[in-house]
């Protein structure tokens, strides 16, 4: 079994900044890239970050310059730094993880429950 959790998120003023942490558990083989979305009721979960297992970044436009995504290998873990926050940043935030599991050896995305981030004016 594989398991992603997603910390940090909450209720925060326009402005203000938040950190989003995923840990990802289980019978991990190996994790390729990692990634963050988005989605708020009636729209299509979207992208807003993504990092590979080398560093590599991939930002959608609305967030540049504002998030900043990095992880740290040893521990399996994905972070999410959002500053500047505006109300429209308002959604669940699911962490992604594609890797590969002990069980299968087969590579697949793995999701998170999701946390809410709420941004208030």
């Known amino acids: 079994q594989v398991h992603l959790v997603e910390f940090g998120g909450g209720l925060v003023q326009a402005g203000g900044s938040l950190r989003l942490s995923c840990v990802a558990s289980?019978?991990?083989?190996?994790?390729?890239?990692m990634g963050w979305y988005r989605q708020v009721p009636g729209n299509e979960r979207e992208l807003v970050a993504a990092?590979?297992?080398?560093?590599?970044?991939n930002y959608a436009d609305s967030v540049k310059g504002r998030f900043a995504i990095s992880r740290d290998n040893a521990k399996n873990t994905v972070y999410l730094l959002m500053n500047s926050l505006k109300p429209e940043d308002t959604a669940v935030y699911y962490c992604n993880a594609d890797l590969i599991s002990r069980v299968t050896m087969r590579l697949r995305g793995y999701w998170g429950q999701g946390t809410q981030v709420t941004v208030t004016v």
């Open positions: 289980g019978t991990i083989f190996s994790i390729n890239s």
């Open positions: 990092i590979t297992s080398i560093g590599s970044t």
